[in-house]
C-alpha cells in the first residue's frame, strides 16, 4: 500500500511540473512582446470601435 502511495505521489508530481516545461516560447515569439503585444501578450492595437489601443507603459 506505500508503494502505492509513493507512485500516486510521483505522478502527482509531475502533473505540476509538466505544464511549466512544456510553456515555452520561441524567441520570435518573445520579441513579440517589444513590438505589436504588450507586456502581457495582448495586442497592442485596439479592434476600431470597442477597443482602443493600449497606451501604456
Known amino acids: ?5 509513493w507512485i500516486a505521489a510521483g505522478a502527482l508530481a509531475l ?10 516560447v520561441s524567441v520570435k515569439e518573445a ?4 513590438g505589436e503585444l504588450t507586456p502581457l501578450g495582448a ?3 485596439g479592434n476600431g470601435s470597442d ?3 493600449w497606451r501604456g507603459a
Open 31 to 34: 520579441d513579440r512582446l517589444k
Open 15 to 24: 502533473a505540476f511540473v509538466m505544464p511549466s516545461v512544456m510553456a515555452a
Open 43 to 45: 495586442e497592442r492595437a
Open 51 to 53: 477597443i482602443p489601443p
Open 1 to 5: 500500500m506505500k508503494k502505492n502511495k
